[in-house]
């Protein structure tokens, strides 16, 4: 089965960090850009960070820069992409997915496979 997986959301305390993860399964990852997008309740979902195939182009969304990190892992038995989250704020909490693309673009309508996300929750 073809699908994306999400992993390391969990609730945080402001200021705190979090590393998301998003596994492939039943495809390899190395030909795509990985987009990581998020939807906080009553809001539309909104991209945050994307990684070409080759991990050369990145973009990241203005609130986040300079605090989260995109990596990928393109090795032969590993086959993921990274979202390392520090300095989290309250308004990060959302639900946060992964999604297969043909470049990096913070345009959600360019991706043809997504996660079923994981919930990111920054609260003191």
């Known amino acids: 089965q073809v699908q994306l997986v999400e992993s390391g959301g969990g609730l945080v305390q402001p200021g705190g960090s979090l590393r998301l993860s998003c596994a492939a399964s039943?495809?390899?990852?190395?030909?795509?850009?990985i987009g990581w997008f998020r939807q906080a309740p009553g809001k539309e979902r909104e991209g945050v960070s994307c990684?070409?195939?080759?991990?050369?182009?990145?973009?990241?969304r203005d609130s986040v820069k300079g605090r989260f990190t995109i990596s990928r892992d393109n090795g032969k038995n590993k086959n993921a992409v990274y979202l390392q989250m520090n300095s989290l704020k309250l308004e990060d909490t959302a639900d946060y997915y992964c999604?297969?693309?043909?470049?990096?673009?913070?345009?959600?309508?360019?991706?043809?496979?997504w996660g079923q996300g994981t919930q990111v929750t920054v609260s003191s």
């Open positions: 999604a297969r693309g043909p470049e990096c673009s913070p345009d959600r309508y360019k991706y043809d496979l």
């Open positions: 990684i070409s195939s080759g991990g050369t182009v990145t973009y990241y």
């Open positions: 039943g495809l390899s990852l190395n030909f795509y850009a």
